[in-house]
């Protein structure tokens, strides 16, 4: 049994919850998305409650039961609150531009990676830091983590870029011979 999945969903004042041809959608003030739903999983909006259960008792209709719980929760949440990622890019001579909808990386390579920002996500750069905004908490997820992933943090001097909040784990260098 899902502990999350037993667990109704409140739905706030300003959003709705639909569902329609085995797809959820959710719209509130900061938009609108939508989610195709597993056949295994059954969606009941009933008034400001949402509820989800397994069609049948198969180990993969119940692990799906807490997983699409758990994202039309995150997506009432995302829809009234967008969900946000900072990154710090470290390092000397390493930085970062935006112009339009594309991230300009110069991060120590010999040519600067140029990265599009998916659609539906928000990116500010103030110095060396990148904010990173939107209401579908997977794409912003997905979005920091390929950002990362360009140049993750060295642990001898912690160039690279890093979450806001992460903390890189500094290795001793070479020390001289006696």
């Known amino acids: 049994m899902s502990r999350i999945?037993?667990?109704t969903i409140t739905v706030p004042a300003g959003t709705t919850v639909t569902v329609a041809d085995g797809v959820v959608v959710v719209s509130g003030k900061g938009g609108e998305l939508r989610k195709r739903i597993h056949k295994d999983v059954a969606i009941a909006v009933d008034g400001d409650t949402v509820s989800v259960t397994p069609n049948n008792e198969t180990p993969l209709a119940l692990a799906l039961w807490g997983t699409f719980s758990s994202h039309v929760q995150n997506m009432i949440s995302g829809v009234n609150e967008p969900f946000v990622k900072k990154l710090v890019v470290e390092g000397v001579g390493y930085k970062v531009d935006l112009s339009g909808n594309t991230l300009k990386l110069s991060v120590g390579f010999s040519h600067p990676v140029l990265v599009t920002v998916p659609e539906g996500v928000e990116?500010?750069?103030?110095?060396?830091?990148?904010?990173?905004?939107?209401?579908?908490?997977e794409t912003v997820g997905q979005f920091a983590a390929d950002v990362r992933a360009i140049?993750?943090?060295e642990p001898y001097k912690g160039k690279g870029?890093?979450?806001?909040?992460?903390v890189v784990k500094r290795k001793?260098?070479?020390?001289?011979?006696?």
Not at 172 to 178: I, T
Request: hydrophobic share 30%; aromatic share 2%; net charge positive.
């Open 5 to 7: 999945g037993k667990q």
């Open 123 to 137: 990116v500010v750069v103030e110095k060396n830091e990148i904010t990173i905004k939107g209401a579908n908490k």
């Open 151 to 153: 140049k993750k943090p």
């Open 161 to 166: 870029i890093r979450y806001a909040d992460e």
């Open 172 to 178: 001793e260098g070479k020390r001289a011979g006696a």
